[in-house]
């Protein structure tokens, strides 16, 4: 399901020049941070003017928002495609998407993105709510995947089971970095977080309220 933020943020153009613009907006937030992002960056990084840049994203506000949809429905296009070679089968399709995401965490450029992103966050009153909107597409997402592997959960039981997955996995940034005394092999954590997800939908169904 594709993601766009609501009114004032218009769909950004989704032509193959702004997609460019727009993964050269996504490196150029990952080396240098917010402080670093600004039109003229990205535009040098993607090989445009900054005339060009506008020409989609008049302002910098606006190349943000149109950033972070793009990210969104990058996930989306990945989803997408692991479910074509999986069977019909909502268990398999939740470990399917469970796997992709912790081993994105090992991505460097993962790490720097969603750690700036949290940093910005926190400062920027304007981008927390762009944020909170991404973010809450993001929990809807796991828990249609979560309803799909046990339909006998409630609505309710789905999204609780997603928040405390995505807060499981993104939390695990912070143990994932070459460097960390905590860091697991990538098949042990596959391993860790599928049995902790395992147990979290292994709870009884609660009846609808």
């Not at 973010?135 to 592997?149: D, K, P, V």
């Not at 409630?154 to 999204?159: F, G, T």
């Amino acid at each position: 399901m594709r993601f766009e933020f609501p009114l004032p943020h218009p769909p950004f153009d989704n032509s193959p020049r702004a997609r460019s613009i727009l993964r050269a907006a996504r490196e150029v937030f990952v080396r240098r941070g917010y402080a670093g992002f600004s039109i003229r960056a990205v535009g040098r990084a993607a090989g445009a003017s900054m005339g060009a840049v506008q020409n989609f994203f008049p302002t910098k506000d606006r190349l943000l928002a149109a950033m972070l949809e793009y990210v969104a429905n990058e996930y989306e296009a990945v989803y997408q495609r692991l479910f074509r070679k999986l069977p019909v089968n909502g268990e398999a399709r939740l470990y399917a998407v469970i796997d992709y995401l912790v081993d994105d965490l090992w991505r460097e450029d993962t790490r720097h993105f969603f750690v700036g992103l949290w940093a910005l966050g926190v400062h920027d009153a304007r981008a927390r709510e762009l944020i909170n909107q991404m973010y809450a597409h993001h929990r809807r997402n796991i828990a249609m995947f979560i309803g799909g592997a046990r339909p006998g959960f409630s609505d309710a039981q789905c999204y609780e089971t997603a928040l405390l997955i995505g807060a499981l996995i993104e939390g695990l940034i912070l143990f994932t970095a070459p460097r960390s005394p905590h860091r697991l092999s990538r098949v042990s954590l596959r391993r860790s977080v599928r049995e902790a997800v395992a147990r979290l939908i292994a709870a009884p169904a609660q009846p609808p309220t």
